[in-house]
């Protein structure tokens, strides 16, 4: 049974994308209305421009979140908005007025160069201390190197690297830190200068995509072990479970597919063992003669009960139930899009899978570009929200017609007994019809906080 009580979400917060679509606008952060009892449910209500073109918004965090809890000072009122190609960072004040959030703060790329020597920041965690810590991909001439800016919860001012110690990885990209084991995990997408212009399969077998779990001691912040998962697996996002004493979790590996469970061992270091793995379709009509699913993120509900992943290419959404971690179960799966519905440009010739080739993905009169990717699960873990665009470079590469019509917002009702996915028909979020014309929306954040960004210390 779940414990968990929050208030059903109303709103949410979602980074929509111009970059790459030819339309000269910059990125903008929307507020979209997820109330059913609201006239203006599925609607964005609100949009607040960055005052820069070419940004790449991608992922956000909260100033401050349940590593803080108790702390009656701090209060969950400012959004932290990197960008991924810019590399600046924006905060964003949504405390004055939740449904219209207002630009606070702009922290300016050549600080994050300067002070930290580190370029493309990623993932946003608030620490206890009240610091924000940023994940970074590179350094600034778009080399690999994984590194992490820290923010002065306050002002919002870069206080410098939260590493210490001349090792640094090759690669970053997302992070999650368990202080009761002393461990931050982080892990490795690419090179940004190779990964900036689209996806070159030439640059796989090369080392330009990531292989690695890096384990980092919590309290030194030294980096202290490298765990493999595979050449090129491309390991993404990366969740502990929520339960503050456990020891483990799982990643997301993108380009070999694979979910890989992680957990500290007796001797107190750390191992990874696959536990589920997607296969490759063989195709025909396609960049490649295999297609993968293209795992680009995942999820674990409040309650540690289940896991969700998005296939981007193959066009599905899974829930796993991971009441044995050791043995996720498949007992929720739904196709809303991807690269293989049928009449489409890709003949599957070979599946292991699927008995034939799924029907393309229609909602409300609508057939949907691009395949799943970010997701995001209600606070009560009965409504999965679902949006079709990974980055611009990519989506270009991978679906044009998602630069074409723009992406969208779905939402999946959820099984939480028995385990079971299906779209509600009633939810549409079309980014195709902006006033700035078809746009990329991203990653989804509650007012309150969700499960990928909070910590319990």
């Avoid at 270091?269 to 009509?285: F, H, L, N, T, Y």
Wanted: net charge negative.
């Amino acid at each position: 049974v779940s414990v968990l009580k929050g208030p059903r979400e109303e709103i949410v917060y979602v980074p929509c994308i111009y970059r790459n679509t030819g339309r000269n606008k910059p990125d903008f952060l929307a507020t979209v209305d997820v109330n059913p009892k609201s006239p203006h449910y599925c609607q964005v209500i609100h949009r607040l421009p960055m005052p820069n073109l070419g940004d790449e918004l991608h992922h956000s965090g909260w100033n401050a979140c349940s590593s803080c809890f108790g702390d009656a000072t701090k209060k969950r009122n400012r959004l932290i908005l990197p960008s991924l190609i810019s590399s600046r960072i924006y905060v964003v004040d949504v405390g004055t007025d939740l449904r219209a959030p207002r630009l606070f703060k702009v922290v300016n790329s050549e600080d994050v160069f300067w002070k930290c020597n580190l370029g493309y920041p990623h993932t946003s965690h608030c620490l206890g201390s009240g610091e924000i810590m940023i994940s970074t991909l590179g350094d600034p001439a778009g080399n690999g190197k994984g590194g992490f800016i820290l923010l002065d919860g306050e002002t919002f001012e870069i206080k410098g690297n939260w590493e210490k110690g001349d090792k640094s990885p090759p690669m970053g990209y997302d992070f999650w830190y368990q202080p009761r084991h002393n461990v931050l995990i982080s892990t490795e997408w690419g090179v940004p200068k190779c990964l900036g212009y689209g996806f070159d399969p030439n640059d796989l077998k090369k080392g330009r995509y990531g292989r690695r779990l890096n384990v980092w001691d919590w309290t030194a912040r030294t980096y202290v072990q490298a765990i493999d998962v595979g050449e090129d697996a491309a390991p993404l996002e990366i969740r502990f479970l929520h339960n503050p004493d456990a020891a483990e979790g799982y990643v997301g590996c993108t380009i070999s597919s694979a979910i890989h469970h992680f957990y500290k061992t007796e001797r107190g270091d750390w191992v990874a063992e696959k536990v589920i793995q997607v296969p490759s379709k063989k195709v025909e009509g396609w960049l490649l003669p295999e297609m993968p699913g293209f795992i680009t993120d995942i999820l674990i509900s409040l309650d540690d009960r289940f896991l969700y992943f998005s296939n981007w290419l193959h066009g599905d959404v899974r829930q796993y139930d991971i009441s044995d971690t050791r043995r996720p179960r498949l007992v929720g799966q739904v196709f809303v899009g991807g690269s293989i519905a049928k009449g489409g440009p890709v003949a599957v010739c070979g599946d292991e899978e699927l008995q034939s080739q799924p029907d393309p993905f229609v909602i409300q009169g609508k057939r949907v570009p691009g395949g799943p990717q970010m997701i995001q699960l209600s606070l009560d873990g009965k409504r999965l929200y679902v949006t079709t665009s990974l980055y611009s470079a990519w989506d270009q590469q991978f679906y044009p017609q998602l630069i074409r019509d723009g992406s969208v917002m779905l939402q999946l009702d959820v099984d939480t007994e028995n385990g079971s996915l299906a779209v509600n028909e009633n939810f549409l979020v079309d980014f195709g019809k902006e006033p700035g014309g078809p746009c990329l929306a991203h990653e989804i954040r509650y007012p309150g906080g969700d499960c990928t960004s909070d910590i319990w210390v």
